[in-house]
């Protein structure tokens, strides 16, 4: 039976609600109420207002006969009756119902109350439906209502609220609800009615107080775009992407932004100014917005802070609307509610994708989630056509809204053309465990209808749609089952987008986070083209650079900020557990390849024993650009916080040379001991061997290259298929080496750790590495949890054969 209590009041004004009074306005109403009563203290600012009841709404119902009306419909749609048709039936009834005398008195005198309040007659006011069942951690309502902003005037504000209340009964809500067993006379309405923050002169968005993607909790994730926050939650625009990284953020002198993208940002959603046109209008921004960001770094700390407050307040992850006031400038909160996907996933098992082969790329975005999944484009270019899809297709279209949600289910995947990690296609993807790619810019362009696909979000932040069906592997990680090593198992990670993917290995740090892929990937840019950008000859290279550093005018800061967000990002994964960041080590050939690299670099008949590591870094030709990736790395540790990074430096022939390297990073502002900076030295040289103990003196720990010692150890060239049966990494020539290494580097009480695939590959090679007494091996991801298993087993059988003459001695005592 319907709940049909119409006592109580009417209207509640929003600091008179709390966090308990769910049932009367919803979830979304209490939830300000809440974040008023309780957090105002803390300077989270939340616009005023007030909120129509469950009561309201019931004698609504009662006044215009809606009850039996809305059972009748219902029942018609279990004997077969069509969506479409009962909903529209259901909303006719609505809006052709009078508010009743009492209902709209009360919404009027608050409206004036509120008035009063700011000063204003006929304020200006957003108008958001709230569900008696919504945004509770196990149903999401959110979004299946309407809203309506810039709302003024009296009778203005009764026809939005008659518009709320009948958009309880979109197509949309009515199926959720039955998927989902609500009683659809058991969910009432209220109606938040809340001062209008003006962000259509400034900008809004959405901030979750964890990583959407993966669950990494130390973030806070904001998007941000002009104009008002409907066009980053819609997903019609690609808005820009901060992160910030909360243990250090109550460090005044810090700044723990660790990661900034401009987005895209083509249009904006304003206030029509025109008479007689819909009370807002979407509408191109600028080249100069689109350059721009939305928030300054003050902004963004002033937003995640107010983010955790709410988190610890909620004592759950929360999902976060924000705007700014274009009058004022004042940064406001305009909703909040608990984040509903990660809270609900599984953490003792980790599931991991990974393509076996390789096609064609036809388009790249954003990647939501980290599966991949294959299937036949189906292009739709709006909801209407939804009646075409076909289950296991994969959906590509130009944004989507909750019209779609019937079939994104169904889809093997989904591919949008715009839209940031908070837009709809985005959470709901992430809420269904679908393969997405948004803010493609072109997917619809470039995907054609019926065409075999793969999509893979495997891959790291961006996410690439294939030619055809490629073969892939997935497997899960049992978390509970990883074994405890005395040896450290840590993670080689290339890609710093990638990187929360992995939080929830229990490793022990990184290994190896290698700076020349952030470098090609990440900034393209050869760095002394950047330097010498003025003198640059090549024009189609200074128009490559023009198009990637727009907003930048000192082009060298392009280059700092792209590398240090990088960095940072890896650091903050497994703070404070050690990363260590291997300083550039590109061969002359392949940072030729870089965009303005072949005017700075010199042919080579041998780029592997050419100019390459530390060589280059106090080297005339390249010191400045070394220069700029020690300011990378003093921004991260000194600026960021991050101090867990430690520099690593690769190809380090002699002693004089490791001397003039470090005094070149002095000179920079990096020097070795500085804010607890250690400084490690890659052993890939038989140099680095015979002279372990002088490096020892210059370093604060090595870690072993295997690739490069065995090569030049062997004199093999490790690319040769000729001379590929020579290529051994346990030749004892080798395994000697490695022994000697760690014998010498124990002697002056420095630590030695190997970098490479091998140890997972060969349980005889980590019986060699344990029995040698390495401190750490580093490994791919993937392959973490083998490795894990390898050094347990060695390291029980190293116990064992301690343990054997010691009882061989005990039983020759005994007799």
Known sequence: MPDRNTSGPLVRRFEDLSHGDVAVVGG??????????????????????????????REFLEAGGLYSRIQREIEALHRG????????????????????????DAVRD????????????DPDVAVRSSATAEDLPEASFAGQQESYLGVCGEEALLDACRRCYASLFTDRAISYREQHGFDHLKVALSIGVQQMVRSDKAGAGVMFTLDTDSGFPRVVLIDASWGLGESVVSGAVDPDEYQVFKPLLDRADLNPVISKTTGGKLSRIVY??????APTITVDTTEQQRAAYVLDDSEILQLARWAVAIEEHYGRPMDIEWAKDGLSGELHIVQARPETVQARKQAATLRSYRLTERGHRLVDGLAVGDAIA?????????????????DGAVLVTGSTDPDWEPIMKRAAAIVTDHGGRTSHAAIVSRELGVAAIVGTGDGTGALGD???????????????????????????????????????????IANPSAAFRWWRLPADGVGLARMEFIVNNHIQIHPMALVHYDDLADETARQRIDELTRGYDDKTEFFVDRLAYGVARIAAAWWPKPVIVRMSDFKTNEYAKLIGGSAFEPPEENPMLGWRGASRYYSEGYRAGFGLECRAIRRVRDSMGLTNTTVMIPFCRTLQEADRVLAAMADHGLARGSNGLECYVMAEIPSNIVLAEQFADRFDGFSIGSNDLTQLTLGVDRDSEQLSQLFNERDPAVTHSIQALITDAHRRSRKVGLCGQRPSDDPDFARLLVGAGIDSVSVAPDSFLLVKENVATAESELRQQEKAPEADEAEEAGR
């Open 28 to 57: 979304k109403n209490a939830s300000l109420g809440e974040m008023i009563r309780n957090l105002s203290s803390q300077g989270v600012r939340v616009p005023g207002g007030f909120a129509t009841t469950a009561h309201a709404y």
């Open 81 to 104: 009756a069509e969506l479409a048709t009962v909903g529209e039936e259901i909303r006719r009834a609505f809006r052709g119902t009078d508010i009743p005398p009492r209902v709209a």
């Open 374 to 390: 294959a299937g036949k484009v189906c292009k739709l270019r709006s909801a209407e056509e939804i009646g075409r899809f076909e």
């Open 450 to 492: 019926g065409q075999e696909v793969t999509v893979s979000c495997a891959e790291g932040e961006e996410g690439h749609v294939y030619a055809g069906t490629l073969g892939y592997d997935e497997h899960d990680i049992d978390l509970a089952r990883v074994p405890e090593t005395a040896t450290d198992v840590m993670l080689n």
């Open 272 to 277: 029509s100014e025109a008479a007689g046109k």
């Open 110 to 121: 608050a409206y004036r109350s509120l008035g009063d309040t700011l000063q204003r007659t």
